[in-house]
């Protein structure tokens, strides 16, 4: 069974520009949240996709969005890129109910906006 | 709103020795406190969780934490380090143990061992 996989691995992009970052939940968890992690801090959460709609949101401005496909595999965007958007973006998937409610973590998309 | 203060951002110990890594959260529901830790190059993986049963939780690796709400602590412990131990370690918070609850994560801490 795969775990959680994300792509691409590393990014540089440069102001201004757009990005989409993929996610793919392990096998039957229908959950999947967004969370940045910028140099030297702890993740913070941008939002949850549950059955293909955002379900909630962190505080994180309208140029992050997000999609959730029928395969529960997930998509964040960054619009307008800024410098401050360089980070590492983890997405964590999870199944409702399932194993008491443990996220499980990918290794990451690290993202260089230059 | 929750939030969680990890104390200290790097914990240096040697090979052997106890390892004792500080949170304090604050929430003004009763929480469910995690540890995670991030190898270099890898995404977060849940060491343990309190939920509210037993308020000392054991982990995987060795690793505990007991929740301490007169402090508002969840400190995380290990008798002996490893060389395998070093990584970063994030303390967390929920409102909720559940797949559709947000996590709050700490700043980190950094643990290095010596040899």
């Known amino acids: 069974d795969a775990g959680v996989t994300q792509s691409p691995t590393h990014l540089i992009k440069t102001r201004g520009q757009q990005v989409t970052l993929r996610c793919s939940p392990k096998?039957?968890?229908?959950?999947v949240s967004w969370y940045q992690q910028a140099l030297g801090q702890g993740p913070q959460f941008i939002f949850q996709?549950?059955?293909?709609?955002?379900?909630q949101r962190g505080n994180f401005p309208d140029r992050f969005s997000g999609h959730q496909f029928p395969n529960y595999s997930s998509e964040l965007n960054v619009n307008a890129l800024l410098l401050g958007d360089s980070a590492l973006y983890l997405c964590?998937?999870?199944?409702?109910?399932?194993?008491?409610?443990?996220?499980?973590f990918g290794p990451g998309t690290r993202l260089t906006v230059l | 709103a929750q939030s969680v203060t990890q104390l200290g951002s790097h914990v240096s110990v040697s090979e052997g020795a106890l390892v004792l890594l500080r949170c304090n959260y604050s929430?003004?529901?009763?929480?469910?406190l995690f540890w995670y830790v991030q190898y270099p190059n890898q995404g977060l993986q849940l060491l343990l969780k309190y939920t509210s049963a037993a308020t000392l939780v054991k982990g995987i690796n060795g690793f505990e934490a007991e929740f301490k709400k007169s402090e508002t602590s969840f400190h995380l412990t290990k008798p002996s380090a490893h060389m395998s131990d070093a990584a970063e370690y994030f303390c967390?918070?929920?409102?909720?143990?559940?797949?559709?609850?947000?996590?709050?994560f700490g700043s980190g801490t950094r643990l290095s061992i010596r040899p």
């Open positions: 964590a998937g999870a199944g409702r109910g399932g194993r008491g409610g443990e996220q499980f």
């Open positions: 096998s039957g968890h229908d959950t």
């Open positions: 967390a918070v929920s409102e909720r143990y559940s797949s559709a609850s947000k996590i709050i």
């Open positions: 996709y549950y059955e293909e709609e955002e379900r």
């Open positions: 929430s003004s529901v009763p929480p469910y």
